[in-house]
């Protein structure tokens, strides 16, 4: 989901080539309309700040589609490594790394940064790479 092209933008202006892609047409230039659980492989790099009551689903996906090496990343509230779930979840697909934010964030909810924002809730960089086995390495921002 890139929707208004934010993250997007930050990889293309730090010399990354992007895909973007989203469900519906959000005004973000050269956009593919596509719904991501629909796709069926992968074999690149994902970057995503996903839907949080989608965000299991997103990831699992996302590690299910991949080929081994690509490396997932997913912008997630802290709370995400919460329940037992989740927890079978992350044992059976550990994190690499865990960026948390040392400060909090203010998120603007579906881009719109003029409209009164919170910073009450945690967030982090959640970075997979599809066939790492190991323990996760959890780093501050």
């Known amino acids: 989901m890139c ?3 934010h993250i997007a ?3 293309k202006q730090n010399g990354h ?4 892609q989203d469900i519906v047409d959000r005004g973000y230039p050269e956009t593919k309309i596509k719904d991501f659980l629909l796709q069926d492989k992968n074999k690149y790099d994902i970057i995503s700040n996903p839907p949080y009551v989608m965000a299991r689903e997103f990831c699992e ?3 299910d589609i991949s080929e081994d090496g690509v490396k997932i990343a997913m912008f997630l509230k802290l ?3 919460e ?3 989740r927890k079978a979840f992350f044992q ?5 790394y ?6 909090r964030m203010n998120c603007a909810k579906n881009g719109e940064f003029d409209k009164p924002q919170s910073n009450a809730v945690a967030y982090g960089w959640y970075i997979w790479e599809k066939g790492f086995s190991g323990e996760p390495v959890i780093r501050w921002i």
Do not use: C, D, M
């Open 92 to 96: 059976k697909n550990p994190i690499k």
């Open 98 to 103: 865990l960026y948390v934010f040392s400060k």
């Open 17 to 20: 080539k992007v895909i973007a």
């Open 9 to 11: 933008e930050v990889l």
């Open 79 to 81: 709370t995400f490594l």
């Open 3 to 5: 929707r208004g092209g």
């Open 61 to 63: 996906h996302a590690l």
């Open 83 to 85: 329940s037992q779930e």
